[in-house]
């Protein structure tokens, strides 16, 4: 998904919708410092979370170990500085379990 088609997704969503919630926040640098904004809002489904995360794209990754005992591997992830990944992600609030699961894509049809 590009950045126009999700402003074109969030101005239907404002325009047609409830909104509870927009926020953005920077993702930890362990998850690949990208950029996370989270649409909150009352759809024809209940309580719904729309979820547009930008990170760079892992061309790569490097493990670090000891042969010592009771220490652990790290992995350093190789990431590229001109190439991003754009993630789209649809969750419903669940009332009996109170959190959110995440919709299939599959359930929206071609």
């Known amino acids: 998904m590009t950045e126009e088609k999700w402003e074109e997704i969030k101005e239907m969503v404002n325009k047609n919708f409830e909104v509870l919630a927009n926020e953005i926040s920077e993702l930890p640098?362990?998850?690949?410092q990208g950029t996370k904004e989270d649409l909150i809002f009352?759809?024809?489904?209940?309580?719904?979370?729309?979820?547009?995360?930008?990170?760079?794209?892992?061309?790569?990754?490097?493990?670090h170990y000891s042969k010592r005992m009771g220490t652990s591997a790290k992995v350093d992830y190789i990431t590229s500085?001109?190439?991003?990944?754009?993630?789209?992600?649809?969750h419903k609030w669940d009332e009996a379990a109170e959190n959110w699961t995440e919709i299939d894509a599959a359930q929206f049809g071609q």
């Open 29 to 32: 640098k362990e998850r690949g």
């Open 42 to 63: 009352i759809g024809p489904l209940g309580k719904m979370k729309l979820e547009f995360i930008i990170k760079p794209l892992v061309i790569g990754r490097k493990t």
């Open 81 to 90: 500085e001109t190439e991003k990944v754009r993630t789209f992600l649809a």
